[in-house]
């Protein structure tokens, strides 16, 4: 070959007598070999027959061949010999490596299910001539998951060129971008190679749409959670890059403008109302979350927000201030009145659970914790205490505690020593029957003996024929009712009368009243049922 280094071996063993040729032994068995005519090119070892270049060889420059003649002969005598013609043709090895019309090379593909699609054509050029110009196209390195093949075809301009072709489905999602080692071999006898690098880019399309991580969520938030805060976070995400990737969320249904989405791009929603467990204590939210894609994609995911109570609210009394009455000389232990809160936390719970406390100078009263009843501790005298204010406080037991107090007032009565007394120990009238609701027919009246104003105000109150008769409370005035009285069905009526004084521990006195049902002409004569008879 061309270009071969000085000393290098043609041809190991030009010819050598075998025992099947050459029998003799000793020195009629020894061979030494010459070759014709001489040469300043090639040089032949007389013993071993090894042929050796004395010079390098370029094919561009000589000729193609050079043509002996080597002579083995053995050391007897008589000489015996014998001949061979010997050619020797210089090959033309490549000594250019082919080179590359771009030294790197960049394509663009869209992601997408089609195979056996071409990607581009590479063209390398070979420096030599003949057979080392011809070349062969390979991909050594990049080629991941034997995504693509490379052919040597030629191309419709006649050349020769390595096409790339896509054996399977590109998707973004995996593989974002290729680097192709291209390599291009020469057919020589010592082949020599050129590369370029082939990068392929991937663009991504909306092939992917978003996912919420859940199908439903469910969150707890405290009540008292501030408004435009953030509440609770989801999330979507979507396989694809870019736009395509870039989802944005908004409430399709339940917000009641409770919940919303501060920022589009962000999961996060945040409170947009006044939170109230007493009032409400769940919400249920449709969301969407859509991509940014042609066309677009959207997901749809539930999220289920419980109101968590917490202890937002106070006990509660039913008004600011009290006042109350107790007579005095009754016995330790007498109920005053109750002063009760509430709390309007979840019931049943210690947020809404009340511990009622009374803070009284005179140490005279308790209270009940539960109850809010306050009962007097001794027996009460009211020219040593008429009056007092004592301070009652409810607390709950939440976290923190809240508290509200009110003032009570407390006024020692004089004793209810008398009860009432009726003017008249025998009323009686009379009231014709059919008489319509409107007709006021009595009064009755009773008196007081105590000077007392809560112990002297007396009130009245039926205790038989409610459903023939009214009293007025005040007055004491009796009237009929609707129903209307019927002397066929009773003429004479007994109506108990009760009149009670409005002490706290009240006396009371009863009375009945005759009512005569005076008889009208409201019947027709009737005959028997048999007149015959």
Not at 489 to 516: C, G, I, W
Request: a negative charge.
């Amino acid at each position: 070959s061309d270009l071969g280094a000085v000393g290098r071996t043609i041809i190991a063993r030009a010819l050598r007598w075998g025992p099947e040729l050459h029998a003799d032994s000793g020195e009629r068995g020894v061979v030494r070999y010459s070759m014709t005519p001489p040469s300043t090119d090639f040089a032949l070892d007389p013993v071993t027959g090894e042929v050796t270049t004395l010079t390098e060889f370029d094919a561009d420059m000589i000729r193609e061949s050079f043509s002996f003649v080597v002579t083995a002969a053995d050391m007897g005598t008589p000489v015996r010999n014998r001949s061979i013609a010997l050619t020797i043709a210089v090959a033309e090895v490549a000594d250019l490596d082919p080179t590359f019309a771009q030294a790197q090379y960049e394509q663009f593909l869209t992601e997408g299910d089609v195979v056996d699609r071409k990607v581009l054509d590479v063209v390398a050029a070979g420096q030599d001539q003949g057979i080392n110009a011809r070349l062969v196209y390979n991909i050594t390195a990049g080629n991941l998951f034997d995504t693509f093949s490379i052919n040597t075809v030629i191309d419709a301009n006649g050349q020769l060129v390595g096409r790339i072709i896509a054996r399977r489905p590109l998707d973004y999602e995996n593989t974002t971008s290729f680097d192709l080692t291209v390599q291009a071999t020469d057919t020589g006898i010592v082949p020599r190679t050129g590369s370029t690098v082939v990068r392929v880019s991937v663009i991504d399309v909306n092939d992917n749409a978003p996912r919420f991580e859940q199908r439903t969520y469910t969150f707890g938030v405290p009540e008292d959670q501030p408004r435009d805060s953030v509440a609770v976070t989801v999330l979507a995400t979507d396989a694809d890059a870019g736009l395509n990737g870039q989802v944005s969320y908004r409430i399709i249904n339940g917000s009641e403008s409770k919940f919303y989405f501060a920022q589009v791009r962000s999961g996060a929603l945040s409170v947009g109302g006044s939170l109230d467990f007493e009032l409400r204590r769940s919400y249920t939210l449709y969301i969407e979350c859509k991509d940014s894609g042609t066309p677009s994609f959207t997901d749809v995911a539930r999220v289920d927000i419980n109101i968590v109570d917490v202890n937002d609210n106070a006990p509660l009394f039913a008004r600011s201030n009290f006042s109350l009455s107790v007579p005095e000389n009754m016995p330790a232990g007498t109920l005053v009145g109750t002063v009760l809160a509430t709390d309007a936390d979840e019931p049943n719970t210690p947020r809404s659970t009340v511990t009622h406390t009374i803070f009284d100078t005179t140490d005279r009263f308790a209270i009940d914790t539960s109850t809010g009843r306050i009962t007097t501790l001794l027996v009460l005298d009211r020219t040593l205490l008429p009056t007092t204010t004592a301070i009652v406080t409810a607390r709950d037991n939440g976290t923190p505690r809240q508290t509200t107090s009110v003032p009570v007032t407390i006024d020692v009565t004089p004793e209810n020593l008398y009860p009432p007394v009726f003017r008249s120990n025998n009323y009686e009238a009379t009231v014709v029957e059919g008489a319509g609701a409107t007709v006021n027919f009595l009064q009755v009246q009773a008196d007081d003996a105590d000077t007392y104003e809560g112990n002297n105000r007396i009130s009245y109150t039926l205790l038989s024929h409610t459903d023939l008769f009214v009293i007025d409370p005040v007055s004491g005035n009796l009237s009929t009712t609707a129903a209307g009285l019927d002397h066929e069905m009773a003429s004479v009526l007994f109506v108990t009368v009760r009149a009670r004084d409005n002490a706290v521990s009240a006396k009371e006195a009863l009375t009945d009243v005759r009512v005569v049902v005076g008889d009208i002409n409201d019947n027709a004569p009737t005959f028997p049922q048999n007149p015959a008879s």
